[in-house]
């Protein structure tokens, strides 16, 4: 199996974003009397901007997350339906297969911890059957293509994410 993903940091900075939510409403704010009204409508309005904005991003990683989990349980359902494609290929499917759930039940789980993720799990839909070994092998082409590319893109756009 592949070793867990490391938290991103734009991730981080949500969890720690909620974690400072309770020190601050634990925390009362002194008279503001001395400040000029002004000042703190210009403040209210930065305010209600920054939440509009952080609202915005949580909401593109959420559908980022949610689409990565959709995609790798796709996969799942594809690369279980290619049992029985070769001997010679079966540790390697197995190997394929255990590594599309960690990474599938990782990003489900980072979800979790977001509190962004759907009351229930998807279940799987129709997968194909394949009824001939050449229907296996030909099969097993495709979905590794398609699955390499979904790959590439989840890369590329987890990758960005990460960029400071």
Partial sequence: TSPEPPLLPALQLLLWHSALLTVQEATPL????????????????QVR??????????????????????????????????????????????ILQL?????????????EDLGVAPAVQPTQGPMPTFTSAFQRRAGGVLVASKLQSFLELAYRVLRYLAEP
């Fill in 49 to 94: 901007k920054i939440q509009a904005d952080g609202a915005e991003l949580q909401e593109r990683l959420t559908a980022c997350l949610s689409q990565l989990h959709g995609g790798l349980f796709l996969y799942q359902g594809l690369l279980q339906a290619l049992a029985g494609i070769s001997p010679e290929l079966a540790p390697t499917l197995d």
């Fill in 99 to 111: 590594d599309v759930t960690d990474f599938a039940t990782n990003i489900w789980l980072q979800m």
């Fill in 30 to 45: 002194g008279p503001a009397s001395s400040l000029p009204q002004s000042f703190l409508l210009k403040c209210l309005e």
